[in-house]
Nanobody, 125 residues
């Protein structure tokens, strides 16, 4: 059974940084591309970015491209999302999921993927 457990969120001031983690189990993590998804209050699922199996290839949504960085540690079966220069509009529940996208897929596609419980990032002064 695929299990994904996100952690690391919290309350952050605008301009601040936070690193999210996603602990994966139940599948061969090192051979699975991974994706971060978020859902802002009252809005649908939004693709944040994806990383290849070895971590050498990444793609990001345009509005996070220069601020967020996805990485992974295959030895620890863990995916990371470093969020820098946070804005209030980054407030959302952040999820990890399997798969790779080079651009934002429709929400109905994102909804099909197994996600964990998510970790909340709130950007506020």
């Amino acid at each position: 059974e695929v299990q994904l457990v996100e952690s690391g969120g919290g309350l952050v001031q605008p301009g601040g940084s936070v690193r999210l983690s996603c602990a994966a189990s139940g599948f061969d993590f090192s051979h699975m591309s991974m994706t971060w998804i978020r859902q802002a209050p009252g809005k649908g699922l939004e693709w944040v970015g994806s990383i290849s199996t070895g971590g050498t290839r990444t793609h990001y949504a345009d509005d996070v491209k220069v601020r967020f960085t996805i990485s992974r540690d295959n030895a620890k079966n863990t995916l990371y999302l470093q969020l820098n220069n946070l804005k209030t509009e980054d407030t959302a529940l952040y999820y990890c999921a399997q798969g790779y996208f080079e651009s934002a897929p429709p929400e109905r596609v994102l909804a099909r993927f197994t996600r964990g419980q998510g970790t909340q990032v709130t950007v506020s002064s």
